[in-house]
């Protein structure tokens, strides 16, 4: 069966499309408006790209508009990392995903961002619900870091020499140097 897997770089996506691959037939859709700069976001969406190409995973991009973004957290710039901002965000890129899958026939999503310790794993599939309701498809709600799935995306990135950022990928989180 058909699912679209919204991923957000190649270190996460790997156990996550382990996983899936099973029992699935995954497409990586790649909609990260969030990310900045421009540079930051082509060099996660191109060693994505060149990940599924050797897994022969379809991979799909949504358009990078970083304004669009920008209009959705207004308001929301000053708040800390995991706060406010974070759910707004989160809810911005699993909407464009559950409408791509929905748009494309495709009756089921889900995202890899449920594999980071950094993130609130229980508000990520809660939005994910909350947003393939609205657009009339399923929402696979699987926290993706339990089983070791972290541990599992740290001996994957090491195995493919994957690039590990150092920052969730938004202006107003930590950016390096």
Known sequence: MPILL??????????????????????????NANIFPES??????????????????????????PEDWLTAVRGWENEPEKGARCAVCFQYRLARTARWARDHAIPRFTTTLTISPHKDSRLILALGAEVAAAENVSFLATDFKKKDGFSKSLFISRAENFYRQTYCGCRFSAIPG
């Open 6 to 31: 919204h991923a957000c770089c190649a270190p996460c996506s790997g156990p996550v499309l382990a996983q899936l691959m099973q029992e699935d037939d995954v497409i990586v859709f790649f909609s």
């Open 40 to 65: 930051e976001y082509r060099r996660r969406r191109d060693e994505l790209a060149a990940y599924c190409a050797r897994l022969a995973v379809p991979f799909v991009e949504d358009a990078y508009d």
